[in-house]
C-alpha cells in the first residue's frame, strides 16, 4: 500500500501532539535501587528501550522513576503513566493498557486516561504501537515483583528484558 497524503497527515498530526511529552521524560529520573525496584525492557521491533524503577505501598505505586531511550510513542506513554503514577493500582493498570491496546488496534478510541486517546493515530503505523505498550509492559512486571499481581500475561509481545533490580547506566 503506497502512503497517501491522508496518511502523511495523520502521523504528521501524531507526532505533532506527541511533542509536548517529550520534556517530560528527556532528562532522566531515577530511583535508588533499593528501596525501589527496576526493569529495563526492549522492544525488539522498533529499538525503544525504558527502564523503570519503582517503590510501592500497600499494593499502590508511589513513586517511578525512568530513562526512557525511545521513540516519540514510547516517550509520550511513559510520560503520561508518569503523571497518572501516584497511587495506581494493578487493577488501574491492567485497565488502561488494555483500553490502550484497543485505541492501538482501532478498535475502539475510550480510555480512562483521555490523553492516550491520541493514539488512536497510530493504525497508520503498526510497526511503533510496541514502544507505545513498553512503559506499561515494564510497570506490570514491576507490580508483579512486588507481589502485587501474578505473572503479567502480555501476548504477542516482542520484548526482552535486559536487566533488572540495578540501576543501569
Known sequence: MLPTADHGNAVAALYQSLKQYRREVRNDRRLPVPPA????LHDAVCGSQITLDARFDDDRLVELGHRVRACSLGQATTAILVRRARGLDADTLGRVHDQLRSILAGDDTRCDWPELEVFALTREIPGRR????LPFHAL????????????PLDRDVAITTLTSGGNEP
Open 140 to 151: 506490570k512486571q514491576l507490580f508483579h515483583r512486588a507481589g502485587i499481581i501474578g505473572a
Open 130 to 133: 510496541g514502544s507505545a505498550e
Open 37 to 40: 525496584d527496576s526493569v529495563t
